[in-house]
């Protein structure tokens, strides 16, 4: 629903579609979207039509780098680290 609404404004139906599932069953996602800033809403007629906040994402973004971070680089090295293959030593 982000990636869909980051650019352009989407209805709620074009957002549940995208993420397979009925406008109901979208329903509280898109509510919890709009309760936690990353998405806003603008009503035209009868439609709602809804955007990513771009400065409220970076943010996000921002606590998540400061948070996890570090971690995940760790976490990316070891699991690089283990895929390659080991040498094996010869045996006289």
């Known amino acids: 629903m982000l990636r869909l609404a980051r650019d352009d404004e989407r209805t709620a139906s074009e957002l549940a579609d995208a993420a397979g599932l009925a406008p109901s069953a979208a329903s509280p996602h898109l509510k919890l979207l709009r309760d936690t800033g990353l998405m806003r809403v603008r009503v035209d007629a009868k439609r709602r039509l809804y955007r990513v906040d771009l400065q409220r994402l970076a ?30 030593g010869r045996s006289a």
């Open 59 to 88: 943010e996000v973004r921002a606590a998540l780098d400061e948070l996890w971070g570090d971690r995940l680089d760790a976490l990316k090295t070891r699991a690089e680290s283990a895929k390659r293959p080991r040498r094996r």
